[in-house]
């Protein structure tokens, strides 16, 4: 899931108010990972990964020089969305496959 500033404006909610989004995919069966993108600025983003407890998110997080736990990490980058999307699904693709 992607939600940028004008999201938020439109929805009339904080970024901060939409923290728990990132959970809801995880209910969806076949679901293993959940990730949620939010573009603060033109190059600034946040990406929020949990994992339903097949695969551990911490690993891909650092990857990008994040952090967290096992289940919930998260990492903060200034690449555009497209790249951050593109790397972010690249790097879930490569746990899954090992």
Known sequence: MT??????KKAGITEQEADGIVN?????????IS?????????????????NGKIEVLGIARKFGGGGHILAA???????????????IG???DELHN
Do not use: C, W
């Not at 939600?3 to 938020?8: A, N, P, Q, T």
């Not at 990730?35 to 994992?51: C, D, M, P, T, W």
């Open 3 to 8: 939600l940028d500033s004008e999201d938020f």
């Open 24 to 32: 809801l995919p995880r209910n969806i069966a076949g679901v293993e």
């Open 35 to 51: 990730v949620y993108i939010r573009q603060r600025g033109k190059n600034e983003i946040k990406v929020s990964l949990r994992s």
């Open 74 to 88: 998260g990492f903060e980058t200034r690449k555009n969305l497209e790249t951050v999307m593109r790397e972010v």
């Open 91 to 93: 790097a879930i693709s």
